[in-house]
């Protein structure tokens, strides 16, 4: 139990002590090594580059260097990620065995280890983190001590001005001058629906109960999202803080936060940052001598994606099969154990402490005239930096694929984003400059979302890929109502259909029918939205779909059933290697002249186009 | 009391005023607006999963299932614009995509509320048809099959099993298309904790839940021309039967039953009443036994053979408050089989005897051990309502004008007493008017117990016969015997005698009679027209005591000797045993 004074001088102390992580002219002869351990880079081995880096350290007598353990820096396309503070030197994509060079060269000699040293997409070497054109365009709230402090040390939090806001909201905030606050900055749910936070927090106070709770949306299940995975990793206790402020000011004393069982690594410090806070006294009776009481507990998700809908949510911490309630009535009035409760997203939750700390003016000064702030994207796909970043409201995709991401590799083109995941839609070429924020995402058949950001690149069949996000859906129903569980499915065997060839002519007509009576008729929001994919595709790509439909022919040669492999006789030079590799006999022809592919017998695997020296094969 | 707050609302562009707590369902029902439903079942299943009811509310994105929303102040519906209508017919297509569209050898063919939606809205071939979900039937229980091919998902029967009964032997098992009403380990009813009450199967809006089918046997048997064939039938189904031809539900049809069966070919036809008549002389004088020599009390009554698996299954260790007493139609089996063959000469192996039942558990029931009084089973067969009606049409009676005839001779005069065993409290009711004329040791006045009548879930009464005081209680539905279980076992039981019957509202809601549709359900109080019914048959009656049956006298005079003797308890009553839950 630590009194309120007592925070204030850890606050003190270790401000002073860990400026060099964020000040790179910081008067100290000590070095901090910063090792990204989220969940990408640990799993390349991270934990053992700590061990290695610590080895070597007290193999060379150096008192001066501690190794940090750190959340995600974002660019995971580099990892393991290791950065020296303060000087800020990046090392990347960096192995075990070379932690011993990195401590000679560059803390016992004083050197750059070139080799190591992360180059931009354009080649130059960058030795600083604040060089590369990755970080040039991002601006980070949510993700601010993500990289920076060690998330498993609630001291180093307390430095970076942790729990201040709550101590602010405790001390001199009434709850509803904390609301007005909330409302004031413009934030809106991070989740994907983007409804006003404040609005929320306004209604749960406003529902008269002597029982409310707080509970957090860590369910997250986009196909290739992670950042809120990254925020529970990097920095948990802004999440614990942030659930604190908003049980003040609904007047709730309980929390819960569901994440799913699929993120060790953030449940087990979520947990730490947990019994850190109750060991400080910050959860518990009384918190500061204030009279309020806070307490927090995680419930693990199985991994269903629908609970994630925040009533299945709800069903599933209470205990029961994860289907979706009918709304109304709303959380806010009806929701965990039938009491008020207020439901956020984490990305939503780690604004909040800097809202208050800085004001809902600074906040609302960022972003668009409807979208304020910040957003988080899970950067993935045909994209060089694959990762983590977060841009303001209003940044375009063209920034972000491009000046962020490093445009698509292997020289192709960029032909389409998808947002929103499951329930988005894909954003082509045509609307590179849309700036993303909820309206203009809308607008354009896609949503926000979580913040899963996959780009696609001209290799990318459409119908295909709105197959795969059916497949997903229809995997993911609940079954409870009758269009999600049967419609869905009835969507993915046509869009099955028409990938293999079989389309028929007012197949599209069908789907776009069944996709709109889906979406109005549906429970919940998975089903409201699950046709999206196809419907922004159609929109979009109908031409793809016409293709497969009408021509038999997939023009992103991605769908198998649809190829068809031929040799160019003019390139072919009967070098015969196709032929061997051909594991059905497919390909005939005499060496030194054209070879022919009998298509009867072609099982399209395209073995022979890979191998084949002359490029002569195409599908 | 004051007066409910009353709502403006638009249906439609008719305006009108409903009282507050009105789901926009009911509201466009009150005003002659049909919306279609298929997962509603009132009270039960009020979830807004299937999809039909939805409507459109000015102001609100998408649609709402019109039967939990409830009516707000202003609020705009419209139920039939074309989108609705096209979206129902998408939903309705969707269903049909997935279901075993088999329905001319379907049970509820012409019954069935997904086939009344698709003749309704003109579904002439489906649209989004494809893969379908292929399941084993389940037939191994005595008493329901389950065909899952069939299911369409309402889910109305897991409500009823888990809601209604608190029995639980059915879930939703996995997730999305793959979703199915599943038992534990998906195990065949048979082997889990399934009472065979049927109350699922009066749910099922389609054919997916049913009973084993007899009729087969049955007709068999009629043609054998060794067999005796001889059927009897309980209370609860005269009031039932001529709903299946039309007729208004309760009314009393025993008449033209008894027609129809000797139509069919019976050689004769009994009355289960009278094996009620028997049941309250030996319940009553056990219970009297029990009260003067300090046995276990309370005494709780037997007549309900769902409720005896339930108690089996879950309360062994109260397996001694339960009356030992056969249900009235083994007991009537079990006299045919013994008195009647002696008396008539007729070789007890030969007669095979009928049961037309308003339950489904009675199938069960015949396949217990000790329940071969005589030597023999004590009944060979059950038939359900349903399944005698389908019978009667197989036969091309013109039911609703057949004449009327009585039961058969010599146990052709049931009393009131027995008549009023198909409604809850009519056997409490029953045997207080024997046994407070024989503890009193004279003719009493009271006939009429209404205490113990009515739709309350539990009913109690504190009596004083002779002297003494009685308490008793009735609880009719699984999840309200469970309650008394619990008093019982917690020690919290001050009552003597217990009555109670699976099905809620006792056997004229049994698991066997005519299924109603749930617009019927929601609309119309089923369960009291037909015991309205039955009292009826009690107030017009010669004989209205159970003691006072001519025939009972007799046999008890000619055979058994007296209520509870040696010979009684051979033929009449039984014993039970610890049954597990789960056979795995």
Sequence with gaps: ?619 | MSENKMINITIDGKQLSVEEGKTVLEAARQANIEIPTLCFLKDINEVGDCRMCIVEIEGRRGYTPSCIQKVEEGMNIKTNTPALIEARRVVLDLILSNHDRKCLTCTRNGNCELQALAEKYNVTEIEYDGERNEYEIDELSPAIVKDLNKCILCRRCVATCNKVQEIGAIGVANRGFASCVSTASNASLNDVNCTFCGQCIEACPVGALKEKDSTQLVWRKLRDKDAYVVVQTAPAVRVALGEEFGMEIGTNVAGKMVTALKRLGFDKVFDTNTGADFTIMEEGTEFIERLKNNGVLPMITSCSPGWVRYIEMNYPDLLPHVSTCKSPHQMFGAIIKSYYAEKMNIDPAKIFMVSVMPCISKKFEITRDDMAGAGYSDVDAVLTTRELARMIKQANLDFTTLEDSGFDDPMGEATGAGAIFGTTGGVMEAALRTVSEVLEGKELNKLEFKEVRGEKDIKKADLQIAGKDIKVAVASGLANAKKIMEEIKNGNADYQFVEIMACPGGCVMGGGQPIKSSKIRATVDVRKKRAEGLYSIDEKSQFRKSHENPAVKKIYDEYLEKPGSHKAHELLHTSYVEREKYKM
């Excluded at chain 1, 910081?26 to 640990?42: F, M, N, S």
């Excluded at chain 1, 101590?167 to 909330?182: A, G, S």
């Design chain 1, 1 to 619: 139990m630590k009194k309120l004074e007592e925070i204030h001088e850890i606050r003190e102390q270790k401000r002073k002590e860990l400026d060099l992580r964020v000040n790179l002219k910081a008067d100290t002869q000590e070095k901090h090594i910063l090792v990204c351990r989220g969940t990408g880079c640990t799993s390349s081995k991270s934990p053992k580059i700590i061990e290695e880096l610590n080895k070597a350290i007290k193999e060379n007598n150096l008192n001066n260097v501690r190794v940090i353990q750190t959340g995600c820096f974002g660019l995971c396309a580099k990892g393991p990620i290791v950065i020296i503070r303060p000087e800020d030197t990046f090392y990347a994509v960096v192995k075990p065995e070379d932690c011993a060079e990195i401590v000679k060269t560059h803390l016992v000699e004083g050197k750059l280890v070139e080799r190591l040293l992360c180059k931009d997409i354009d080649g130059t070497e960058v030795k600083r983190l604040d060089e590369l054109n990755f970080y040039k365009k991002q601006k980070r709230i949510a993700l601010k001590n993500c990289g920076v402090i060690d998330p498993e040390n609630i001291d180093e939090y307390i430095a970076f001005d942790g729990y201040k806001a709550l101590e602010k909201c405790l001390m001199e905030m009434t709850p509803d001058e904390i609301i007005e606050t909330v409302t004031n900055s413009g934030l809106r749910g991070r989740g994907g629906a983007g409804f006003p936070t404040g609005k929320k927090w306004m209604f749960t106070k406003m529902a008269q109960s002597d029982q409310k709770y707080v509970v957090c949306n860590a369910d997250e299940g986009d196909p290739g999202a992670f950042m809120d995975r990254s925020i529970l990793e990097g920095d948990p206790h802004c999440v614990v803080e942030a659930m604190m402020i908003a049980g003040y000011a609904i007047g709730a004393n309980k929390g819960y936060i569901y994440v799913r069982a699929e993120y060790p690594i953030a449940v087990q410090r979520f947990q730490k940052a947990i019994d850190q806070a109750r060991e400080y006294g910050i959860l518990g009776k009384n918190i500061w001598n204030t009279g309020f009481d806070f307490d927090l507990e995680i419930r693990l998700g199985a991994g269903a994606f629908v609970c994630g809908e925040e009533t299945a949510l709800l069903e599933s911490i209470e205990g029961r099969r994860g289907q979706p309630r009918l709304k109304p009535p709303f959380p806010a009035n009806s929701g965990l154990w039938k009491e008020p409760t207020l439901i956020n997203n984490v990305e939503t939750y780690a604004n909040i402490t800097k809202i208050i700390l800085n004001g809902a003016e600074w906040y609302s000064s960022i972003g668009t005239e409807t979208s304020k702030g910040t957003k988080v994207f899970a950067l993935g796909g045909n994209v060089n930096n694959i990762g983590l970043v977060e841009v303001p409201m209003g940044t375009t995709l063209r920034e972000i694929v491009f000046d962020i991401g490093g445009g698509i590799p292997n020289g192709r083109q960029f032909k389409a984003a998808q947002t929103g995941g499951p329930s988005g839609g894909c954003i082509p070429a045509e609307h590179l400059d849309t700036p993303i924020d909820y309206e203009s995402l809308g607008k354009i058949g896609s949503m926000m979302g979580s913040g899963g950001l996959i780009v696609m690149d001209d290799s990318k069949c459409m119908v295909n890929l709105a197959k795969f996000y059916l497949g997903f859906t229809v995997d993911e129903s609940c079954g409870k109502c009758t269009p999600c569980r049967i419609g869905t499915k009835r969507m993915l065997e046509l869009l099955e259909r028409i990938t293999e060839g079989e389309g028929e002519e007012g197949d599209i007509e069908k789907l776009e029918k069944l996709a709109n009576n889906i979406k109005a008729a549906s429970v919940c929001g998975l089903g409201q939205t699950a046709p999206n994919p196809v419907l922004s595709t159609i929109k979009y790509f109908r031409d793809e779909y016409e293709a497969h439909i009408k021509d038999k022919k997939c023009p992103a040669g991605e769908c198998k059933a649809l190829a068809s492999y031929s040799i160019d006789p003019n390139k072919c030079k009967g070098c015969g290697i196709c032929k061997k590799q051909c594991p059905v006999g497919a390909i005939s022809g005499e060496v030194k002249s054209a070879h022919v592919i009998d298509p009867s017998i072609c099982i399209k695997c395209g073995a022979c186009a890979s191998k084949c020296p002359f490029k002569a094969i195409s599908k």
